[in-house]
């Protein structure tokens, strides 16, 4: 987890070199490791071969019969356990790569199977088991698992075999081992051969040596080659990196340096994306310059709209105030007149009697003056009784004068009434009219005033979208302005 956290943390340019540098030591460690095996198996096989052509004429030169006299005498001072040293002896002394030759029984007993017993010692090997070890002929002895295998090999196939390179208390051998078999063909001791293999673990590891210095010099050199190259072509990499930083942080009026290459074709990319979109803030900026000015524009209408409107509610208000004591007034006044044509109709049915009666007591004053007349032509003329008559009969005359007089102001007064009545009644006619006017103005000033209410209720609004659209415009001008656009195309960096 920690290897993960810390390779998260690396730089593209560090994960390039140690990527390359994992996989020149995997692609040397096998390589390496493919030369060392097989060179290990190709010095082997030469060991072998080498071995085997020594040895063979060894084991035909050895006489089973006499080896099994060997293993009955049990004592390295017997005469045929001195003979059969002194021929393995032999083996030995005249080759070099053979280390020591012995004879051991083929029982692989033991928990391990790895024991056999003890036939024949070089006299090398026989201080150290004899002295040392206190291991007699016929003892049992545990064979390294490289021998024990081979053993049982050999013990299968009835052939010779090599063991694997091993290391026991002696040294590092690898072994090669011949069955040694009686009259009956049976398998009752094995002649073994060790050849000294420390030569090809010494030549090994001075391979492995020259290899790993000769990777080393390699590694240095692919990782100073890979550095160079690395570095020239993550140089448009990082001036790409460098170039996000600087939109990061808003500048949109750089252009980093661009190439032919894959990579330059990436720069290029992204100098035409950075042109793009600072062409697009461009614009934006000048569309919200452009919006905020309406929003402004637009806020004053509406406030302007709202005043107006204000004034138009107060005016409308007062005009149905107006219409409303002026429809009071005339309802008022049609009484009025009402009561004034009853009074006028109560006018003209008075002069109406009072003519009557000015026409009876006319009628009257008329006889009156013709009795007096018969009166006067009856009288003498010189009597008192004729001048009281005279008198009568002037006095009879100023009445019928003064009827007159007074029918005639009656008739004037009848007609007088029926004039004002007829201007009544239009005037009556005319305020009923008025009445119904004022009533649909009243209605109409109604309509007008729920009008002038949604009117200053949409100007509300759009009063507060106004608003909100000035907050939104001005939001987007502090967005606009965090980025640095070119109003020309951006120069190079």
Same mark, same amino acid.
Request: hydrophobic share 40%.
């Given at each position: 987890?920690?290897?993960?956290?810390?390779?998260?943390?690396?730089?593209? !340019?560090?994960?390039?070199?140690?990527?390359?540098?994992?996989?020149?030591? @995997?692609?040397?460690?096998?390589?390496?490791?493919?030369?060392?095996?097989?060179?290990?198996?190709?010095?082997?096989?030469?060991?072998?071969?080498?071995?085997?052509?020594?040895?063979?004429?060894?084991?035909?030169?050895?006489?089973?019969?006499?080896? =099994?006299?060997?293993?009955?005498?049990?004592?390295?001072?017997?005469?045929?356990?001195?003979?059969?040293?002194?021929?393995?002896?032999?083996?030995?002394?005249?080759?070099?790569?053979?280390?020591?030759?012995?004879?051991?029984?083929?029982?692989?007993?033991?928990?391990?199977?790895?024991?056999?017993?003890?036939?024949?010692?070089?006299?090398?090997?026989?201080?150290? !088991?004899?002295?040392?070890?206190?291991?007699?002929?016929?003892?049992?002895?545990?064979? *390294?698992?490289?021998?024990?295998?081979?053993?049982?090999?050999?013990?299968?196939?009835?052939?010779?075999?090599?063991?694997?390179?091993?290391?026991?208390?002696?040294?590092?051998?690898?072994?090669?081992?011949?069955?040694?078999?009686?009259?009956?063909?049976?398998?009752?001791?094995?002649?073994?051969?060790?050849?000294?293999?420390?030569?090809?673990?010494?030549?090994? &590891?001075?391979?492995?040596?020259?290899?790993? @210095?000769?990777?080393?010099?390699?590694?240095?050199?692919?990782?100073?080659?890979?550095?160079?190259?690395?570095?020239?072509?993550?140089? *448009?990499?990082?001036?790409? +990196?460098?170039?996000?930083?600087?939109?990061?942080?808003?500048?949109?009026?750089?252009?980093?340096?661009?190439?032919?290459?894959?990579?330059?074709?990436?720069?290029?990319?992204?100098?035409?994306?950075?042109?793009?979109?600072?062409?697009?803030?461009?614009?934006?900026?000048?569309?919200?310059?452009?919006?905020?000015?309406?929003?402004?524009? @637009?806020?004053?209408?509406?406030?302007?709209?709202?005043?107006?409107?204000?004034? +138009?509610?107060?005016?409308?208000?007062?005009?149905?105030?107006?219409?409303?004591?002026?429809?009071?007034?005339?309802?008022?006044?049609?009484?009025?007149?009402?009561?004034?044509?009853?009074?006028?109709?109560?006018?003209?049915?008075?002069?109406?009697?009072?003519?009557?009666?000015?026409?009876?007591? =006319?009628? =009257?004053?008329?006889?009156?003056?013709?009795?007096?007349?018969?009166?006067?032509?009856?009288?003498? *003329?010189?009597?008192?009784?004729?001048?009281?008559? &005279?008198?009568?009969?002037?006095?009879?005359?100023?009445?019928?004068?003064?009827?007159?007089?007074?029918?005639?102001?009656?008739?004037?007064?009848?007609?007088?009434?029926?004039?004002?009545?007829?201007?009544?009644?239009?005037?009556?006619?005319?305020?009923?009219?008025?009445?119904?006017?004022?009533?649909?103005?009243?209605?109409?000033?109604?309509?007008?005033?729920?009008?002038?209410?949604?009117?200053?209720?949409?100007?509300?609004?759009?009063?507060?979208?106004?608003?909100?659209?000035?907050?939104?415009? &001005?939001?987007?001008?502090? @967005?606009?302005?965090?980025?640095?656009?070119?109003?020309? *195309?951006?120069?190079?960096?």
């Amino acid at each position: 987890m920690n290897f993960l956290l810390k390779w998260s943390t690396l730089s593209f !340019f560090n994960k390039n070199l140690l990527l390359s540098f994992m996989n020149i030591i @995997l692609i040397g460690t096998a390589l390496i490791s493919s030369s060392y095996f097989n060179q290990r198996s190709i010095l082997t096989d030469q060991l072998h071969n080498q071995i085997e052509r020594t040895t063979a004429e060894w084991y035909k030169g050895l006489d089973s019969e006499l080896v =099994r006299k060997a293993v009955e005498e049990r004592s390295y001072n017997g005469p045929t356990q001195t003979r059969l040293r002194a021929y393995l002896d032999a083996v030995s002394k005249h080759n070099p790569n053979i280390k020591y030759a012995y004879i051991f029984g083929t029982e692989l007993g033991g928990i391990n199977r790895l024991d056999t017993s003890i036939v024949a010692m070089p006299t090398s090997l026989r201080k150290e !088991f004899g002295q040392n070890w206190k291991l007699r002929v016929g003892d049992m002895y545990q064979q *390294p698992p490289e021998v024990a295998v081979a053993l049982g090999k050999m013990l299968d196939t009835g052939q010779p075999g090599f063991t694997d390179i091993y290391k026991d208390d002696f040294g590092e051998f690898t072994t090669i081992i011949y069955p040694i078999m009686d009259e009956t063909n049976k398998k009752f001791a094995y002649f073994a051969v060790d050849a000294d293999a420390s030569a090809i673990h010494a030549g090994l &590891q001075k391979l492995l040596i020259h290899d790993l @210095l000769t990777l080393a010099g390699f590694l240095v050199i692919c990782l100073l080659l890979q550095y160079l190259v690395v570095k020239g072509t993550l140089a *448009p990499i990082k001036a790409l +990196i460098s170039g996000i930083e600087e939109v990061s942080q808003g500048r949109l009026d750089i252009r980093i340096q661009a190439g032919s290459d894959d990579l330059g074709q990436v720069n290029e990319s992204f100098n035409h994306m950075v042109c793009k979109i600072n062409d697009i803030m461009v614009k934006v900026k000048h569309t919200t310059d452009a919006v905020s000015n309406s929003a402004k524009d @637009l806020l004053a209408i509406c406030e302007l709209n709202s005043s107006n409107a204000n004034i +138009i509610d107060l005016n409308v208000n007062e005009i149905a105030e107006n219409i409303r004591m002026q429809a009071k007034a005339t309802t008022v006044s049609t009484l009025s007149m009402s009561e004034v044509a009853a009074v006028l109709q109560s006018v003209s049915e008075c002069s109406t009697t009072l003519a009557k009666e000015t026409e009876l007591l =006319r009628q =009257r004053s008329k006889e009156g003056i013709e009795m007096v007349r018969h009166m006067t032509e009856r009288m003498h *003329p010189e009597t008192d009784s004729s001048l009281i008559v &005279q008198k009568a009969a002037d006095v009879f005359m100023e009445m019928q004068q003064a009827v007159d007089e007074v029918a005639g102001q009656v008739q004037h007064m009848r007609a007088a009434t029926v004039e004002i009545s007829a201007g009544i009644q239009e005037m009556k006619a005319t305020s009923d009219h008025l009445s119904a006017m004022i009533t649909k103005t009243a209605s109409s000033s109604g309509q007008i005033s729920q009008s002038v209410e949604r009117q200053w209720a949409s100007i509300t609004a759009i009063t507060n979208s106004s608003n909100k659209l000035s907050v939104m415009a &001005q939001e987007l001008q502090k @967005l606009t302005s965090y980025f640095m656009v070119a109003e020309e *195309p951006p120069s190079k960096t």
